[in-house]
């Protein structure tokens, strides 16, 4: 199973709207609508912000959204805050029990 | 509330095996998957494998397919992952995560350090 293709760094300042690209195939991301992001602060576990493409779990701010087109899914982070600044991961189910994650994007808040 | 705590760091030398536990409280252990999840430094997650705590059923990954054996204890609620045949590219953080609503909580992590 190939990883998810992931831009390595994104920036935005305080305020602003950015979004994560997260692009796989038509066996994993294009098939499922099972596709997870995670916010992984440094030394810390990671924290799932979306789940199933669009759905945020309870307590997660508002400010964070997925979506997906074809084989490729998003995440959008709105409102920037400084607490944002962290490592995010796609994953998405690829059949038979199997998890594929994407190689992570580190996004910087100026 | 809904917890994973995993046991302690290991150092094992290669061609070794590790066990890491994953005990599991605030809900029933048997109604939602286990998945292996791990980290090595300056590198993405990756996923290790998965167990249904209710069958005993599970499945690794490809790097993992000979190595890898997961078991667990109903009775006490635990989880466990053992990979063998250890090599350095092992050493990493391994994760224990519930599989709802996403891998939804997660354990504390256990660092597996592999060096001779």
């Known amino acids: 199973q190939s990883a998810l293709t992931q831009p390595a760094s994104v920036s935005g300042s305080p305020g602003q709207s950015i979004t994560i690209s997260c692009t796989g195939t038509s066996s994993d991301v294009g098939a499922y609508n099972y596709v997870s992001w995670y916010q992984r602060h440094p030394d810390t576990a990671p924290k799932v912000i979306i789940y199933?493409?669009?759905k945020r779990p309870s307590g997660v701010s508002n400010r964070f959204s997925g979506s997906k087109s074809g084989n490729t899914a998003s995440l959008t982070i709105s409102g920037l805050q400084a607490e944002d600044e962290a490592d995010y991961y796609c994953?998405?189910?690829?059949?038979?029990?199997?998890?594929?994650f994407g190689g992570g994007t580190k996004l910087t808040v100026l | 509330q809904v917890q994973l705590v995993q046991s302690g760091a290991e150092v094992k030398k290669p061609g070794a095996s590790v066990k890491v536990s994953c005990k599991a409280s605030g809900y029933t252990f048997t109604s939602y998957e286990i998945y292996w999840v791990r980290q090595a430094s300056g590198q993405g997650l990756e996923w290790v494998g998965w167990?249904?705590?209710?069958?005993?059923?599970?499945g690794f990954a490809q790097n993992f397919q000979d190595r890898g054996t997961m078991t667990r204890d109903t009775s006490i609620s635990t989880a466990y992952m053992e990979l063998s045949h250890l090599r350095s590219e092992d050493t990493a953080v391994y994760y224990c995560?519930?599989?709802?609503?996403?891998?939804?909580?997660w354990g504390n992590g256990t660092t597996v350090t592999v060096s001779s």
């Open positions: 167990m249904s705590p209710d069958s005993g059923n599970s």
């Open positions: 995560a519930r599989n709802f609503l996403g891998l939804g909580v």
């Open positions: 994953c998405s189910y690829a059949g038979n029990k199997i998890l594929v």
């Open positions: 199933d493409v669009t």
